[in-house]
């Protein structure tokens, strides 16, 4: 490592300069690695021009087995706003195009890191003959309702970015459904986010199966079905506190967990059955479960909790950075921990039932709240890319460059 980019980790936030702190200690067995050969890929999720630019996400990925990134607008907002590693790149866009509009700066800026990320992880997608080491970018969340929409767009991303391991962000919403069974035929890389239930799993399973049996060349595209875990413990635990029985204490803490679990046996007996059988000879990828949402949450529970009791081959679990760190550091690879005590994780969201607590119901709701969510983050990302256009077109600097 050389001493500017010692210097750069020193102005590092602290999950990512405590992480570069622990990956380079040698003397402690790295259980991130144990991981993949429990069949598992681990994905950053997090970007930052810095992390790029300094080389800390390429040392991710060829010393730690990190093999994969996602990004959401809550992640760019944060970096762009709250940095200064885009400023020299919004003064040459700026200079060419003063009065751009934010959301097309955004774009330029975007896209510079993405490009930039999937480059990086394009080893990973070659040793992986096009199944692994892939970035995501996602579709407006304001098109979430917009089957139309997020197709045109997802597509017009692919383009932009122009890299196959890219994959596009879509939700599993009533109206992204068919958009996800479009993209699939049409060739497109899909990472499907904001699934919450079985009932969601079902439909994006049905439309990936259904739009590789639509593409021409199947073995070319690659899709992930993104499962929150975290989000679902968060809502059903504050509704068991406020039931209070013995019952309900019982169940804190083990319905995020015991829903992937029922969720990754369905998908064992998706993509494993007779049904995948004639997709599978044409060379069709399995669409693997993507654990998403696996920073913990509540402060009682186990900082990994939500890593070591989902492992198994064939998923994707997609860590924060201070996950990923903390999991280097005192996680445990216990084996393959999502496909143990399935009967017990069934008597716990049946015993969830019988309280009065409906599942459904607190999905569809996350879903809606993450749309909605997404959508606020992304028109704050905005506001504080024109805030910065602004600022900069007002300075003298710019003024006398120009």
């Excluded at 390429?58 to 200064?84: C, M, Q, Y």
């Excluded at 081959?313 to 399935?342: I, S």
Aim: proline share 4%.
């Amino acid at each position: 490592m050389t001493a500017n980019h010692r210097s750069v980790f020193s102005r590092l936030n602290s999950p990512i300069q405590d992480l570069a702190q622990q990956l380079r200690s040698n003397s402690i067995m790295n259980p991130l690695k144990e991981l993949l050969n429990q069949g598992q890929s681990i994905w950053l999720d997090y970007i930052q021009r810095e992390l790029i630019q300094s080389g800390e996400l390429k040392r991710l990925v060829e010393e730690d087995e990190v093999r994969g990134v996602t990004s959401n607008p809550t992640i760019f907002e944060k970096a762009i706003a709250g940095s200064t590693y885009y400023d020299k790149c919004l003064r040459a866009t700026l200079a060419k195009d003063p009065q751009i509009a934010a959301d097309k700066l955004f774009e330029k800026l975007a896209i510079g890191d993405i490009r930039a990320a999937t480059d990086i992880l394009r080893t990973v997608y070659d040793e992986a003959k096009g199944g692994d080491g892939f970035v995501s970018i996602e579709v407006s969340p304001h098109l979430a309702h917009d089957t139309a929409g997020t197709i045109t767009e997802a597509k017009r991303l692919r383009a932009e970015v122009d890299r196959p391991n890219l994959m596009v962000k879509v939700p599993a919403t009533p109206e992204g459904i068919p958009a996800i069974e479009a993209l699939i035929a049409d060739g497109v890389n899909v990472n499907i986010t904001l699934m919450f239930s079985m009932k969601h799993y079902e439909e994006v399973a049905r439309a990936y199966i259904q739009g590789l049996e639509r593409c021409s060349n199947p073995e070319q595209v690659a899709s992930v079905a993104s499962f929150f875990v975290s989000r679902v413990d968060t809502v059903v635990d504050s509704a068991l506190e406020k039931l209070g029985t013995e019952e309900a204490k019982a169940l804190l803490g083990k319905i995020g967990i015991a829903n992937c679990k029922v969720v990754y046996q369905r998908f064992r007996e998706v993509f494993h059955g007779k049904d995948f059988a004639t997709l599978r000879r044409r060379g069709a990828r399995v669409q693997r479960p993507l654990w998403a949402s696996t920073g913990t949450k509540n402060p009682a529970y186990s900082d990994v909790l939500y890593v070591e009791n989902l492992i198994g081959p064939e998923t994707v679990n997609t860590l924060p950075p201070a996950t990923l760190n903390a999991f280097r550091h005192h996680g445990r690879v216990k084996g393959f921990t999502v496909g143990e005590e399935l009967k017990e994780a069934e008597s716990d969201l049946s015993s969830l039932k019988k309280l009065g607590v409906d599942l459904n119901e607190v999905a569809e709701k996350l879903q809606a709240d993450g749309v909605s969510a997404f959508a606020n983050s992304f028109d704050q990302l905005l506001g504080a890319v024109e805030e910065k256009r602004k600022r900069i077109v007002a300075s003298t600097e710019f003024l006398v460059s120009m």
